[in-house]
C-alpha cells in the first residue's frame, strides 16, 4: 500500500489531496480563487501566485487532518510540475520538496495533464469502481488544453492532436464574456443555454478533416458577429448553439479516433467535462461503438490534488531526491510532455 500527498497549483485551484495507490481518496481539499478571479473576468498569473501562497499550507494541513492521517502514514510527497502558470506551479512544487525534504521522504514532480487522465482511476471510500481498461483513448479539456492523447497498455502517452487555438474551456469563457455572462464561462453558458427551449440558431463548426485536431477561434467570431447584428438572437439561444457547436465537434472526433485505434475505453476529463451536453454526447457516440465510456464526477473533473496523486502513483519508480535541482515546466512541447515522466 502507498500513500501519497499530492499538491495541485497550476492555474487558480489550490489544492491538497491524500490518495492510497493511486484510487483510494482519503482526503481532496480545494481552495478555488473563482470569487478572486471574478473581479477580474479571469485569471490574473500575480494574483493567483500570491493566493497559493497564502492558502497551501491550510489547504495541506485540512488534507492531512481530513484524511486522519498523520506524516507516518505517508510514503511520498507529489506535486504538478507542469503545465500552468509559472508563479503559481512554483509554490506548490515547491512547498511539496520542502516538505518531502523535512520528512525524508522521495518527491514525485508530476504532469497537469496525466493528472486529469487518472482522476478516471480515482474513487472515494467504500466504492467499488472497476479501472479503466487500457489502452485507451483520452480527451482532455479544460481551460488550458483540448488533447487527443492515446494511452497504450503500458501507460505511456502518444499525442494524436488537440486544440490549434483556443482551448475548448478558454472558448466557453471568452463567449460567456462576450455574453456578459460572469468567470468561469462554463458552467455560466450551461445555465444559460438550458432555457434556451426550440430555435434554429446554427453556428460554424471547423472540421479540420484528415486530422484529430480542433479549432476554437472561429466559432468565438462567429458568437462575436451574431451579438453584434441588430436584430441578434436572445443569449440564452446563442449560449445553446455555442455549446451544441463544442459538444458536436469534440465528441464526433473522439468516438472517430477511438474507432480507428481500437482502443478499449475512452476517458474524458479537464473541467470541460464537467459539462452535462458534452458527457452526454460523447456517451451517445462512443457507447454506440461498444467502446466504454469514462468520466469523473464534475468536482474531479476540475482541478484537484486527488488527480495528481492518481497519476504520481504510476510513476512511484520517478521519484526523486527532493533535494535536487528541479523546475517547473509552465509549457512543454505536448510530444514531449507525453513522455515527460519515463524520459526522466
Ligand atoms: O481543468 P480546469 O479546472 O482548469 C484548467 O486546467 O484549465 O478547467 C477550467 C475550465 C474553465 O475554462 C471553465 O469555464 C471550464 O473548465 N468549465 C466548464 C464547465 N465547468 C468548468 N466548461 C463547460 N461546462 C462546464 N460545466
Ligand atoms: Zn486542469
Redesign the pocket.
Given at each position: 500500500m502507498t500513500t501519497i500527498l499530492a499538491l495541485e497549483s497550476?492555474?487558480?485551484?489550490t489544492a491538497a489531496a491524500v490518495v492510497v495507490d493511486g484510487r483510494r481518496m482519503r482526503s481532496n481539499v480545494v481552495a478555488s480563487q473563482i470569487e478572486l478571479h471574478e473581479v477580474t473576468g479571469g485569471v490574473v498569473p500575480e494574483v493567483a501566485a500570491r493566493q497559493h501562497l497564502r492558502a497551501i499550507v491550510p489547504v495541506i494541513r485540512q488534507a492531512l487532518a481530513d484524511a486522519e492521517c498523520d506524516w507516518a502514514d505517508i510514503d511520498a510527497v507529489a506535486a504538478t510540475a507542469g503545465p500552468?502558470l509559472p508563479g503559481a506551479l512554483v509554490v506548490g512544487l515547491n512547498a511539496g520538496r520542502a516538505l518531502a525534504f523535512a520528512r525524508g521522504l522521495p518527491f514525485i514532480p508530476t504532469d497537469?495533464i496525466e493528472g486529469?487522465v487518472c482522476a478516471n482511476w480515482l474513487v472515494g471510500a467504500g466504492e467499488a469502481t472497476e479501472a479503466p481498461p487500457l489502452p485507451a483513448l483520452a480527451l482532455v479539456?479544460?481551460?488550458?488544453?483540448t488533447e487527443l492523447l492515446l494511452m497504450r497498455a503500458d501507460g505511456r502517452f502518444r499525442r494524436l492532436g488537440g486544440t490549434r487555438d483556443d482551448?475548448?474551456?478558454?472558448a466557453?469563457?471568452k463567449v460567456?464574456r462576450l455574453l456578459g455572462l460572469g468567470y468561469?464561462?462554463?458552467?455560466a453558458?450551461?445555465r444559460l443555454a438550458a432555457q434556451a427551449g426550440k430555435h434554429r440558431l446554427r453556428l460554424p463548426r471547423a472540421w479540420l478533416r484528415g486530422s484529430d485536431d480542433w479549432s476554437f477561434s472561429g466559432l468565438k467570431t462567429a458568437v462575436q458577429r451574431v451579438v453584434a447584428q441588430p436584430d441578434a438572437p436572445p443569449p440564452a439561444q446563442v449560449a445553446d448553439a455555442f455549446e451544441e457547436s463544442v459538444a458536436d465537434v469534440l465528441s464526433a472526433k473522439t468516438a472517430y479516433a477511438a474507432e480507428r485505434e481500437g482502443v478499449r475505453s475512452v476517458l474524458v476529463a479537464?473541467?470541460?467535462a464537467?459539462?452535462?451536453r458534452?458527457r452526454a454526447r460523447i456517451r451517445e457516440r462512443v457507447e454506440a461503438l461498444g467502446i466504454p465510456v469514462f468520466i469523473p464526477p464534475?468536482e474531479l473533473?476540475?482541478?484537484n490534488a486527488a488527480m495528481i496523486a492518481a497519476a504520481a502513483a504510476r510513476h512511484l519508480d520517478a521519484a526523486v531526491d527532493p533535494a535536487s535541482p528541479l523546475d517547473i515546466h509552465s509549457t512543454l512541447p505536448p510530444a514531449e510532455r507525453a513522455t515527460m515522466l519515463t524520459r526522466r
Open positions: 497550476s492555474c487558480d485551484e500552468g497537469h486529469h479539456v479544460s481551460g488550458g488544453h482551448a475548448a474551456g478558454e466557453f469563457d460567456a468561469p464561462g462554463g458552467p453558458i450551461s479537464g473541467g470541460v464537467a459539462n452535462p458534452l464534475p473533473c476540475t482541478d
